[in-house]
Structure formats: C-alpha cells, structure tokens
C-alpha cells in the first residue's frame, strides 16, 4: 500500500515490470519489490509515497467494488462473533464485492475455507479478481447459484447470510450447519430483521442476539482532541444465532421450552 | 459452555471424571464427553442444560478476572486493526487478566506467537491459568518484568499496550516492530489519549487513528423490536499508528514533512 | 431542591410550618422559606444540604411515578420540534405521570395553555398532584377519557401522543390541531414506528420525522475526562409531523403529488 | 416558511408588496398574507410550494451565518438544563449568527430578556438581522464589547458562554448571576471541556455536569425503517453547573467540603 503526502491511498500486487499510476506521477514495482516497508518512496514526478504494508481493514477497503461492500468495522464483529479463525469452515452468501470474503478468506487461512455462494456471475468474478489480487483466492471456493437449491457442503462452523431476504433460506442454513454452529446476517432495515427473527424462533435457533456497532473516529490533534464532525450512522444491523438441532433438544420439541429466547435474555 | 434454562453461563474444559457444578444441580463431564454439541443435558437435579461450543468472545468474558478486562467489541476491533492472523507475531502489554491474550493467541494460532508481558507475577499466574483453561497456552510466551526495560522479541508484527502510561514505552516498542508494523493501545480517558499522541508524533509513528466503538444491543422480540434500556458507554478509546522508521523517512527527518498528520488526515 | 453531602436530591413545595425528612436528619421549610439560594443548611443531624432553584429537568425527574415517564432529553427535544413557547395552546394524550406535562406547562406559561387527557383516573390524579407540587396546575386542564371520542379543543398550535397505538387517533388529532400544527409522537419500538409512519401518510400528514437521541454523559474530573461506564441506550423513537389539511392541498387530493416525502426527505 | 416539491425550504418574513424568488419562480407575498397555513401555492412558473409555519428550529436552520452556529439539537437541551422559560432573563456571549439568540429570545418572551454580547461588530449585526426577521429583536439586548470587562447586568437567572475560551470569565459569571444561577457552555474539544473543568471548580461552581447529544434520524419510510446512513459525529460538549456564592458555602470555604464533586457525582 502505497500512502501519498496529501493522504491518497494505493493498494496493489508487486509485479516485476509493473508499474502503478497515482494522480502525482509512476512508480515503478521493481523499485518496491524486495525493498523494506515503512519507507519513503519518489515518484517520476518527485512526489513521496509511504509504503506500507496494508492490513486487513485497508485490503477490504481496497476492494474494486461493484455493490455495497460490508465494513471492516462490521467485519472484524462478524469474525469473533461466528468464531472464525485458522482452520475452520465458513459459508458466505452472497459474496458481493468480495470484501467480507476476503476478510473471512484472511483468518482461515492457512487450513480452513470458505465457500462463497453468489447468485450473479458478474458479481462472482469481480469478487474473486479481489481476492486474487489480496493473494488469498486459494482458500476460497467460490459457487455461482441459487442458495435456495442448499448448499454443497454440510458440517460447516459457522455461515453469513448477506442477503436480501435471509429469512428464505434458514432451512438450508441449518442442513449446511454443524450442530452448535455459528450462525449470522446483516440487514439493513428494521422490518427485515423483525422478519428474520420471527423465522430463526420457527427454525428453532438457539442464543439470538441483534445489535449494531456505531464507530466513532476522532482527529488525532493532541491539542484539540474531539471527534470527527460527521460519521457512519448506520451500515447494518447484526443478527447471529446458534445451530440447534430440533432432534437433540427434546424439550423445545415436546414441551416447548423455548431454549433461544432464554438464551438471548441472558445476554 | 453450558446454558442453563434461565440463561446462566458455564465455561468448563472437559476433563474425564471431572465434574461441573452449577445453581441447579451437578453435570458429570463425562456425559459430555464424546456427545455432540447443540444438545440438551439434564443435570442431577432435573434441570436442562443447551451444550454449545463457545465463540471466542464467549471465552473471553468467561475468563477468571482480578482486573477491568478488554471487551470483545474492542477485540475484534484490535484483530482486525492490528492485521492479526495465523502465523503473526505479537506483543501484549500488559495481559491483566488474559482477556485479550486469549483473543490474540485465537487468531494467531498455530504457527504465529503472542509475547505477553505483566509486571505483576499473580496477574500473570492467572493470566496463563485462563490460557490453558482455553487451551491456548502453548502459542503465548509469558514474560514478567518491567517493559521499561525493553521487550525480548524484535521484528514483531503488532504490538498492544494496555498500560496507564504507555506513551513511557514508545521507544522500546518501536524497538520490537518491523518497519512498517502494527501498533496499537487502549486509554480510558481524554487526557491520556492526547499525551499519547502526543508521544506518537514525536516518535515519528504513522497513520494515526483514534476511535471509540459503541455497542447497541436490541431485544430479539420480532414483533417488539428495540434497543435495550442500557448499554456500556465507555469502555475505553483505541489508538492505532504504524511504524514508520526515520531512518527510512529522509523527509520526515530533514525537511520536517510530517506523514503521520497527512495520513490520519485521509480517513 | 436540597442537595446532600452524598449527593442525594429532594424536591419539596415550601410550606409554613412544614419540615422535609431526609435520610439524614430533618429540615424545617420555615429555615428555607425567605431565605437565599445558592446557600448551605444544616439538618437536626447535623448534615449539610445545598439549597438551590430546580430546574424544569430537576423538577421532571422529581415527579411521583405510577408509569415509565418521558425523560428530559427527549422533552426537551419535544418542546423545540413541537414549538411549544409562552402562550401556545398544547394537548397531550396520555399524561401518565405528568412528567411531560410538567414540561409543557412550564413552556406555554403564563398565557398559553395544555389540554392533557389520561384514560385511567388514578394517573391523572397522580400527574394533576406532580403538577400542584410544581405549581403549575394552573395552566393546565386534565380531562379523564377516551382520546377516540376526540379532543374538545381545536385549532391546537401543537399536539403530543405518549400512547400505544398513536396510529388510531389521527383523525382526532388533524381534527383538534390548527392547519400547519405540530404532531408528536414517542414509541418504544420500531414495529410501532412502522404502523405510525404508514397511518401519517394515509392521513396526508406533511414533513415526517423519526429520530432518536443519545445522551452521553462524562465524568466532570479535568484531569481524568471520561464518558460515564453507563448510559441508557434508548428511550423511545420521536416522531414528528405537520398538520397539512387534504383540502387545501388539490394536488395531494387530485394528482398524488406526496408532499410528506419530499418534506422528509429534505432533511 | 414554504416547501418546495423537491424539498427545499425557503424562510421569509411576510410584507405588503415585497416577493419570495425561488429556485422555481416567485411568490407574492401578498398571496399568502392572510392566507391559511398547511395549504399549497403555486409559484409564476406554477411550481407548488407548501405553506407551514416554522418552527423555532427551523427558524435556526434559516439564520443568515457567518459563523458555525449552535445547533437545535443542542439549543433544546440548553433551554432545558439552563431553564429558560418566559420571564427569564439570561446573558449569552458571544452570539455568533445569533441561532442560540434566537431561541432564547423565544422562550423568554414576552417578558423576560436576553442580554447579548458579541466582540466582533460585523457578527452583531448579523445576529441583529437574525433576529429582527424572526420578530424576536425586542426581547434582546445587543451590545458590543470585551466580556472580560465584565456584564453589565446582574442577578440574571441564566448565563451561556460559547466562547473559546470560557474559563477566563468565570469570575464575570459568578457577578451577573444569581445564587444558584444556571451556567452553561459549548466547546468543541476535549482539552478545552478539562480546562474549563478545572475553572468551574476553583470558582466553586456547583453540580457541575459534561455531555454531549448524539441524533440519530431515520428514514421515515414505514416498510423499511433505518437510520440514515450519514449523521452528524460531533458539534460540541456541553458543560453545566450552579453558580454556589462562596461566602454561602461556609463549609466550602472553611473545611473544604466540595459540593460540586459530590454533586455531579449524583447524576
């Protein structure tokens, strides 16, 4: 990642022979490649980059974006709360952009996957150009089609819903699941997450939880610290929820305890 | 974790012969051992028990405290921000409770490593015993003495200071990070995020951040859907920088262009 | 308004003869009575007690309550949405604890006038009792009965609904306010605010708006400025709208111009 | 006021013979003297306008700036907490645009009155202008002069500073107001709020208070409810307190009791 003086940003792949534009003039990737980060750089114009090494947040941002993309701010949420780290096995649908993707892609890594669903072709490609480019497209299998066909793969640790109407596909949410697994949506109106809620209860989901992150950022002037005059008022709200299975949970079949009101309650 | 049927949380490793105590009755582990997640336990005195995995942020607020702990919103804020992944090394000071020791060794796990420092020798003894209670003591490095004295590990990925001063330890840990390297704190008032600050800018520390994170939790009730009455208003404020050397920064160091200021400036 | 030592508040009416038990000791009105504010007193037992003015905030959350009551954050945000000032005629449906009230009297005071209407005799009691305490009956007519036989009044400047199903009340409500006035409503949850929203519109109501507030509060230390641990994460959803008749708008009538949602969305 | 189709809002004050130019033709405002409010007119190039009465934010939003003006979220809390209400009289420094001016000069009217300074002459006409088109003027008292040089009133019941560096007036607030007078402040950094901390309590101000508002508005569209996706990150914290006369508060004087502490804890 390239950080020019008046604060543009750059991200790209290192190639030999490659070269990367800016809007103050070339700089050559042979000039980056094998050299240290954290260090200045001149471009054929004479301007000074920083380079960087991007992280995760900066990669999702970087991301060539042809729908509304999930923010980092959401993302690293979206990671602790489904439990993904190295190893596991996690299903996205649908992919978008790929920023999700590749942030789910990043904490697998090296062992686990992600099996990402998208119902557009155009949206699929664009998602997996992104991930290539962040070098992570190898742990990433990527399925263009209709999740309301189910998903290929079963026993998974957790599963996103980025979806209009997530609601629709909870029963093959549940078969794609291992029992205990982690479930999760974001949606961005009231009314749509009134009518997952209702249909997670029906599913029989267990420990359901809704909330919404607001991040504030504030300038760094040590002398005049406060925050940023204008910020995100809202991206989405989150629901996640627990896989449990009708067949190992008795009561909840006979005698109707309801196990996932009790378990949000407690929170 | 066990959920019980009035919402109450118990996190336990299962050992054999090993039993769980809780307000309503015994659970042997061993009738937990081998069964599948996502089910119904009965303890010894009739009440039902949902056995679940627990999520990383589950673990975290079940750690054993004898201080004020790092939040899992702040967490995986700090994961993300930090570019904590398999394979990443990291150094944490000071580990308090092993909250977020625990989250870091999580993600890093298993090739990478966290260096956890804490100058109190019983914070510490409790620290490792909430790793190993998770089962992550084997990717963390305990250390115990005085951070002013500088930190063993150099080249370091990320570096964490939750530590009241920690505009004291600047020096060492540009010392520890590679160039280019992820450094991060958490503050809980006004006055110590502008001494910080401060502090960052004279050390020559790029792309500073500061930023709160607000967490609005809603009642799951589909047809009463609304935020709850209360919520945390303050954990505490996160400061993210990088590590730009001078020696790599002639202008930062001969002509006194100051990149830190553009680059927080462009977010 | 005393003030202890230990920071506990009591609100009294001062009266001859009378004497305010506190839970420290006892003080007689007849010491406070002529006497300066701004001062100490001391109690039988020897504590101290700050005598100072109340505020209308101070006095709203010193009414004696038989239900949840509107907070001063959002009164007085209803005050400044609903042009509520010296000599305004106001309504308000239901008064409950007369918290609101209270507010609303203190503003349309000493020519103007509120019109409160409550179903249960025992809260208008209640609230016409807060209102005698604060000494603002006066401006005030509480009439016991069912808002869905209609207001008495008519050509209100402003309107208030601190009801469960505002939505059932429209036609009385355009019926009672004066064309251009100014409705109000408070809901808890976001379901409500659906069914209001859609009512407002079949109702031909202009300039809709939902909103919020949040208020966070800090600890005043100067040395250590932080926001309190604490806060209350949600109130209700205000919404607000103007009165506009259907016949003085041919073109909401005749040729489905919706003035409402152009009016909102100029927000 | 008038609304046009596409939202735009257009402030004026009516007068035989003069004319409103919009963005889409011109109105006479001898159409709309004597004409009911609520209803709809149509423009020389036959675009309709919606007629409605502003409200006292809407008549802050319409002020002719030259300044950041304090803004009506703010303006009602400060009405609240500074109790301002008709009868009062309040000083305010400095008066900016005269947004706040404006509010307070609605609340206090009819009989109360607003005293306002302002150091820079060109912004004291300005807020004149301000106010003589809201036909709020004859309750304000405007005068040009250093604040240092103290108020010319005293025993005011309400005293607002928006000045940058409140904490240099203190010792002037304390004469102008009376016992136990309502003090307040805007300032838009967190250095400035502890430096005026720390003035208030060497004044021995009392029931010293700092907060600030967050609005969150939504988009009023009932089947899909959501916060908008920009809001407003900061504007100002606001600092309240009680003005606590020295030689009333022996035991502040003598034995070093500190009232105001102990009640701003109480909050």
Partial sequence: MLISEDGKRFYTRLRPGHR????????EHDDLIGQPLGREIISTTGHRYLVVEPSVAELMKGVKRNTQIIYPKEAGRIIFKLNIFSGRRVIEAGC??????????????????????????????NARANLEKAGLADVVTFT???????FAENGVDSLFLDVKEPWRYLPQAKSALKPSGFFGAILPTTNQVSELLNALKVENFGGIEVEELLLRRYKPAPGRLRPQDMMVGHTGYLIFARNVPLDLTPSARQRKINWKNRAADAE
Same sequence: chains 1, 2, 3, 4.
């Fill in 144 to 150: 263009q089609g209709n999740i309301a066909d189910g």
């Fill in 96 to 125: 978008g952009s790929g920023a999700l993707t590749l942030a789910l892609a990043r904490f697998v890594a090296p062992a686990g996957r992600v099996y990402s669903y998208e119902a557009r072709p155009e949206m699929l490609a």
């Fill in 20 to 27: 990367q534009h800016t809007h103050q003039g070339i700089i």
